[in-house]
């Protein structure tokens, strides 16, 4: 039987992979679905805790437009600056978002400046909000992972571990494969899969665990204000890190072969945990909100 993708030893295959639906005849990418779905909760998910605690569920409406156009283009940016040779020689491209090249930590980053400009000319207090809309962002990096996989993209390293996803090399953008997947390439009747480790998998579980850790654990204990929106900083930067060191198709620092989301990964795992250790050990430098 050929296959398009299976989860070898755990019995999941799915022999015809597709990335997309026809609508009257208009093709809407998965990817692109899930993204909105994830949107859509996400903001429900922080309007409602903007509502518990007196912000107002209106704030989060007025501003999520703008978080996402600019995270959208950030991301964008963030991807061409570290892949310019791919683009250096046909700058359009950086225009035609149907090809792909959204890196999150450019979404992230963009969406926090926005948040904190936003604030300013909203007289609103930034790590309040910052402690609502991380949840919105959780809920999103969680569903846009499963965008990856039905892309075949955002994979790691070749593992023979329980979780071990084989595709079928065909299907897979070339530029994801390196030179130890091309060394361990099987070949079942004829067809050849590579077999690598799901890093969406491993992210959005990591992510889906650090947002429930948040809803249900360390929300009900803050000290401060802006312990939620550090605590994911932490959390994230932890998974990331280690997570990263799995992917094949890690944006690089010019010259190296340091991964550029492993080195951002570890500085906001640091800044989240030296914050909170100064926030609870001298909670004078936040001002907690009044319940």
Same mark, same amino acid.
């Given at each position: 039987m050929v296959y398009d993708l299976s989860f070898v030893n755990l019995g999941i295959t799915i022999e015809h992979m597709v990335d997309h639906i026809d609508v009257f005849g208009f093709r809407i990418a998965y990817y692109g679905i899930i993204i909105g779905i994830g949107m859509? &909760? $996400?903001?429900?998910?922080?309007?409602?805790?903007?509502?518990?605690?007196? &912000? $107002?569920?209106?704030?989060?409406y007025d501003f999520i437009i703008y978080g996402i156009l600019f995270g959208v283009a950030g991301a964008r940016l963030y991807y061409v600056f570290f892949s310019w040779d791919a683009y250096r020689d046909d700058p359009v491209q950086i225009l035609n978002l149907r090809a792909g090249g959204l890196a999150i930590y450019g979404g992230v980053i963009a969406g926090v400046l926005t948040l904190y400009v936003w604030c300013r000319l909203k007289k609103k207090r930034f790590l309040d909000m910052a402690d609502s809309l991380i949840l919105s962002l959780l809920v999103g990096q969680i569903l846009g992972r499963w965008g990856n996989f039905f892309n075949c993209e955002a994979f790691g390293r070749y593992t023979e571990s329980l979780f071990a996803m084989r595709i079928r090399k065909a299907v897979v953008n070339p530029i994801m494969i390196d030179e130890e997947l091309l060394s361990h390439v099987i070949v079942e009747n004829g067809t050849e899969y590579i077999q690598v480790h799901p890093t969406f998998l491993y992210e959005s579980t990591w992510n889906l665990c650090l947002l429930l850790l948040i809803l249900f654990v360390f929300r009900k204990?803050?000290?401060f204000t802006g312990e939620m929106f550090f605590t994911y900083l932490a959390g994230y930067g932890l998974g990331r890190m280690i997570i990263e060191g799995l992917r094949t198709d890690s944006l690089l620092v010019s010259g190296t072969q340091i991964a550029v989301s492993q080195l951002l990964a570890g500085a906001c795992f640091v800044t989240g945990i030296l914050v909170i250790a100064a926030g609870r050990k001298r909670g004078y430098l936040f001002r907690q909100e009044e319940n």
């Open positions: 859509i &909760l $996400g903001t429900m998910l922080a309007a409602g805790d903007a509502k518990k605690r007196g &912000l $107002g569920e209106d704030s989060v204990r803050k000290k």
